[in-house]
């Protein structure tokens, strides 16, 4: 079975060639707390949540873009639209290069 990932960016507009942050790692990290997404030990960079695996890069602050790996389908789409719509973020399919609308 292969899971679908999405890449996980700002909605806001940067300038041209520049990627704008999500925002700061602890915020980010404290903010998804929020919704039942955590990492399971302190200062790690992966997030699991209900049905969603959520990768932050090394050692990045601020984030400026994620990995979100859908792992039990049947639930994450819906936390995938309500993250998406709460956060503001962009969803990028990295296999067709389309964003999609939550």
Do not use: C, H
Request: no cysteine.
């Amino acid at each position: 079975m292969t899971l679908q990932q999405f890449v996980i960016l700002s909605r806001n507009q940067a300038a041209e060639g520049e990627m704008t942050p999500i925002g700061p790692r602890d915020e980010i990290i404290r903010e998804l707390a929020a919704y039942n997404t955590a990492p399971e030990r302190d200062g790690e960079d992966t997030l699991y949540g209900p049905g969603v695996r959520i990768e932050l890069p090394p050692d990045e602050d601020p984030v400026r873009q994620m990995l979100i790996t859908l792992e039990e389908e049947e639930i994450a789409w819906l936390v995938l639209v309500r993250l998406a719509k709460s956060f503001e973020w962009r969803i990028l399919d990295p296999l067709t290069g389309r964003e999609l609308n939550p």
